[in-house]
């Protein structure tokens, strides 16, 4: 089901439609989650905002009261009634010391770089406590993020920085290629300020922008990575790879889907001709590429997709 670029009237309906999926029956996927992977280690439901996260909580109270306790919610503010299942993002870190759940729900920008969510004693004491992540939602910047434009002001900064001009230039011939840069990089600001920022009309700002988005989807991801451990991951919003969900079964290419676009961007980087950024990216970002390359279920362009699943 696709939740992001759907219209508006109808996102909460996908959206409950999606925790039905995983909420339903007598036994819900979200608790046989826990079991089937890693036993032990709890599922993380990750979303766009704290208004998404009430929507997931009131909808399974109303529909699936026996497991609706079992799910933390993440909230900025805790509802009148709390029975133990809403914590804010402070206290996410002490849900270790607890075993009456089995699924955490939160907005993916809601917790910040030092929280880690582990395991607090036994002998799993430090390791990563979520098991599977499910992207229920594909993330998309806040209308009011200047989070893009700001990069890329400060990649333009660093690049007329590390410009090197002959030995004889002028003062007037940096001042005339500094101008020159600055108007560009206004160009490019204006642009973006003026219109939604939407992937698939941003042309050659559609690496940029996944660029900058894919660094709190890989931090998510790295919550259930913690101490080594392996972790699943499920992009259940179609959005991610439209094509690939269609009917039709196309291809997706990186200009359609965040995963191809995020597999390129990995690709590259892992093969920078300076050897020193190339070792540093192949210890950070490696072990992200080589599943994402085998993602179930996206046809990439090349041909490489795993066997359907």
Not at 59 to 84: C, F, K, Q, S
Not at 211 to 217: F, K, L, R, T
Request: charged share 30%; proline share 6%.
């Amino acid at each position: 089901m696709r939740f992001s670029g759907a219209p508006m009237a109808q996102r909460d309906r996908i959206l409950r439609a999606m925790i039905d999926y995983y909420a339903g029956g007598e036994t819900p996927l979200l608790e046989r989650m826990t079991r089937d992977f890693n036993p032990g280690r709890k599922v993380g439901l990750v979303v766009n905002s704290y208004a998404q996260v009430r929507l997931v909580k009131d909808w399974l109270r109303r529909r699936h009261p026996t497991l609706a306790t079992r799910v933390i919610g993440v909230g900025d503010e805790m509802p009148e009634r709390n029975d133990g299942d809403w914590i804010t993002a402070a206290q996410v870190e002490r849900v270790g010391l607890r075993d009456d759940w089995c699924a955490l729900v939160f907005p993916m920008r809601a917790l910040s770089r030092g929280v880690n969510i582990v395991f607090e004693r036994g002998p799993r004491r430090r390791d990563a406590l979520l098991g599977t992540l499910v992207f229920l939602t594909r993330p998309h910047p806040s209308t009011e993020s200047l989070d893009l434009v700001a990069g890329l002001a400060g990649s333009a900064t660093l690049a007329f920085d590390a410009c090197r001009f002959p030995g004889q230039a002028s003062n007037a011939q940096v001042a005339t290629a500094w101008a020159q840069a600055r108007r560009e990089m206004m160009r490019t600001a204006r642009r973006l300020l003026r219109f939604p920022l939407m992937a698939s009309r941003l042309g050659p700002l559609n690496e940029p922008f996944t660029a900058d988005v894919m660094v709190d989807v890989l931090q998510t991801i790295g919550r259930a990575m913690r101490n080594g451990c392996p972790a699943r991951v499920i992009f259940a919003d179609a959005a991610w790879a439209p094509m690939s969900a269609s009917t039709e079964r196309r291809r997706d290419t990186g200009d359609s889907s965040m995963l191809v676009k995020m597999r390129d961007i990995l690709r590259a980087r892992l093969a920078d001709p300076d050897p020193v950024d190339r070792e540093l990216y192949r210890a950070l970002y490696e072990p992200f590429l080589h599943p994402l390359e085998r993602c179930n279920g996206v046809r990439f362009p090349d041909g490489d997709e795993a066997d359907d699943a």
